[in-house]
């Protein structure tokens, strides 16, 4: 009920939404190899991926 929860709570839908993006589209929800080291490399490319999707997308 404070304050400073009230205006995160307004922007939490956008980062919700990139979520959703790395989750859905690119496979972040589910681990395609096994050991620790296989998932923080599938982590990165999908969040590198997003990452480069949106660096194009600010260029054109």
Not at 3 to 27: D, Q, T
Not at 43 to 54: S, Y
């Amino acid at each position: 009920e404070s304050e400073y929860f009230k205006e995160k709570a307004k922007e939490r839908y956008k980062i919700e939404a990139k979520n959703s993006e790395l989750k859905h589209r690119h496979g972040y929800d589910v681990a395609s190899s096994s050991g620790l080291v296989g998932m923080e490399l599938q982590g990165a490319m999908a969040i590198f991926t997003v990452n480069i999707k949106r660096i194009l997308k600010l260029i054109k």
